[in-house]
């Protein structure tokens, strides 16, 4: 394993319209469409529904009334949900996430193009049915908004996701503070991340970890443990979960999240 190493900081400063510029773009929408919905890449399973299996698994014998999907994307995640959840809230802060996940579930499809070299792109379909996710999809309700201001009616759930968000958010320690609000006691907080700190999303000072305190080298899992040992119990071993991103018909990005399960205790 590579030593740790200090890292030249860029001078660039985080800001909401910079994040929301980057999940706003054709490209993304191409890549998360495709991440969310589009084959298989390299053997490696779809990041959404193994997410979604390691919670129901730790949920099963427990209620499974309402989940909170944070960070939903284009929806994926809140399609699976449904599969077990009586109700299924799905936040994103990209307005155009959140339209394209809901025409998904107005019509039951999805199209979008990917590039594939050069200027030249492919056409896809992707069918709600052939995921056997269209006879429960009616049972999300998808929402544009904010985590940093979330309103105080989306509380009292059974389980709380927030895949890969923790570190494209300005405040993570803000929000793992407070998150416990959006749970009932005994209730599932699931997070995903590669811990990928970049300060043109999340000021230096704000990292959970991935830098150096007095010397010593801090991980993102012990600031994640140290914010959420209050009011939460960490279940199980982490647990390293593969995704891909497709950019180009040659060219993918093979990422690793670190999951955490917590159930809140107090």
Excluded at 94 to 120: C, K, M, T, V
Excluded at 163 to 190: S, T
Excluded at 220 to 249: N, Y
């Amino acid at each position: 394993m590579a030593k740790p190493h200090l890292v030249p900081q860029s001078s660039s400063k985080p800001t909401m319209v910079a994040s929301y510029a980057r999940y706003h773009s054709d490209t993304a929408v191409s890549q998360y469409c495709d991440a969310h919905y589009g084959p298989d890449k390299f053997g490696v399973a779809n990041f959404s529904k193994k997410m979604v299996q390691l919670c129901v698994a730790e949920l099963e014998g427990k209620p499974q009334r309402r989940a909170l999907d944070l960070g939903c994307a284009v929806g994926r995640s809140s399609f699976e949900l449904a599969t077990h959840f009586d109700q299924v809230t799905g936040i994103d802060f990209s307005s155009r996430f959140i339209n394209i996940a809901s025409r998904i579930q107005r019509h039951g499809r999805i199209r979008y193009q990917l590039p594939e070299e050069g200027d030249i792109t492919s056409d896809h379909e992707v069918l709600l049915a052939d995921h056997n996710l269209s006879e429960t999809a009616s049972k999300v309700t998808f929402y544009q908004g904010n985590v940093r201001c979330l309103e105080t009616r989306f509380c009292d759930y059974d389980l709380v996701l927030a895949a890969n968000l923790i570190d494209r958010y300005p405040e993570p320690r803000k929000f793992l503070a407070g998150i416990h609000q959006r749970l009932v006691i005994g209730g599932l907080l699931a997070i995903a991340s590669p811990y990928n700190w970049l300060e043109h999303y999340t000021p230096h000072k704000q990292w959970l970890g991935g830098r150096f305190r007095a010397g010593t080298p801090l991980t993102s899992l012990e600031g994640l443990s140290k914010k959420l040992s209050k009011h939460f119990t960490m279940i199980g071993d982490p647990q390293e979960v593969e995704f891909v991103i497709r950019e180009t018909a040659r060219m993918f990005q093979h990422c690793i999240s670190q999951v955490t399960l917590w159930r809140r205790v107090r």
